[in-house]
């Protein structure tokens, strides 16, 4: 889908630099010219930028969960987690200081 007609900048553009490193809006607009002419798009553009960042913040997540390697002395038992694909896992921890 085009999202931006005046320099034909579209959903999949958006997402690959997002992929690629693209972290906010101002970034984009310089990589791509898009909300930058006639501004028509910016909404859009906003809209398809922020789920951009989501579905890559989740990917990142889940694939730093996958790399995630056990303490050396844990003081509770670890479970391993399978990821599956659709299922999400959370992990909360704390490790305490001496
Ligand atoms: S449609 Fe994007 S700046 Fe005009």
């Not at 987690?81 to 305490?96: I, K, M, Q, T, Y």
């Amino acid at each position: 889908m085009i999202v931006c007609v005046c320099n034909r900048v579209s959903d999949r553009d958006i997402n690959r630099l997002v992929s690629e490193g693209v972290s906010s809006f101002e970034e984009l607009q310089l990589a791509t010219g898009a909300a930058t002419c006639c501004g028509r798009c910016e909404s859009c553009a906003r809209d398809t930028f922020e789920q951009a960042q989501h579905l890559h913040g989740r990917i990142h997540a889940q694939l730093h969960l996958d790399t995630v390697h056990p303490l050396p002395a844990p003081s509770i038992p670890l479970v391993p987690v399978v990821a599956r694909p659709g299922h999400h896992e959370v992990a909360e921890a704390s490790l305490a200081t001496a």
